[in-house]
């Protein structure tokens, strides 16, 4: 009985020292063996991950003071996009919708005199849900690539830091509104506010006549949210040629891109796409 014991606790050591099929279960391994076959395990289903980002698209955010260049630089990572066989559907705040650009109208006209901070939130806050609703998230859930020219960070930083109100306050009010939707990455473009003002074409609207302590405070703003978040922020200096600019945050997008073509039509094409540089 002794000589048994021992005999099965040496063959234990043996099994776990040169078992070569880590892993896989003895008992099915030893049968199939016995049958001249190689035992496979069946294999186990992923667990389901919950709205997978190729599910449901990119979210890119494109913010900063006026006369950064948002709108160019997020023109260049469209085109980008779209030569690499993404759907991509270019945006921007406020105004992307039939509603918005009605309240675009209110929000830059000089005319529009004495609009309270509160309600200026909020007007911005009505676009921004509009703009959701209607057209970022049809298109994340269509798997498209959204590329918004601003979004919820302006509010903090215009209505929040450059109004002097409370950014938590703000920040709940468009969480409501947006339903919670947060870009995948936002790219904040730097300029200091005397160059990107100077940049700017005359007539001024009813923001960019905003006095130049304001504009401080709101790229001060914008910093502070990237820093507070740098997994999903990409800072760049936009004094820079136009060039390096594009490269940089291309660099970056490529990070967070799905493959083009989904996983089914590889398996036919055996093809793999890879995104090279232009
Ligand atoms: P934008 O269209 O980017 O201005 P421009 O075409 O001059 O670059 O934005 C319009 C203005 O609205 C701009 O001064 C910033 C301001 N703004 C806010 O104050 N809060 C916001 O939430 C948004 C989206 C914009």
Known sequence: ?????????????????????R????RPDLAAALRGERYVPPREEPAEEPRARTERGVFIAFEGGEGAGKTTQSRLAAIWLRDHGYEVVTTREPGATKTGM??????????????????????????????VANVIRPALERGAIVVSDRYVDSSLAYQGYGREQDVEEIAAVNAWATEGLVPDL??????????????????????????????????????????????????????????????????????ILPDPVPAAAEDITSTFPAITDV
């Open 1 to 21: 009985l002794v000589a048994a014991v021992l005999a099965l606790v040496a063959g234990a050591v043996a099994h776990r020292r040169l078992d070569d099929r």
């Open 23 to 26: 892993g896989v279960p003895l």
């Open 102 to 131: 009605r309240l675009r109208a209110l929000l830059l006209d000089k005319e529009t005199t004495g609009l309270s901070s509160r309600a200026e939130t909020l007007l911005y806050a009505a676009d921004r849900a509009d703009h």
């Open 186 to 255: 936002t790219v904040l473009l730097e300029v200091p506010a005397e160059t990107g003002l100077n940049r700017l074409s005359e007539p001024a609207d009813r923001l960019e006549s905003e006095p130049r302590a304001f504009h401080d405070r709101v790229l001060r703003g914008f910093r502070e949210l990237a820093e507070a978040h740098p997994e999903r922020y990409l800072i760049v200096d936009a004094s820079r040629p136009q060039q390096e600019i594009r490269r940089e945050i291309q660099d970056r997008i490529r990070e």
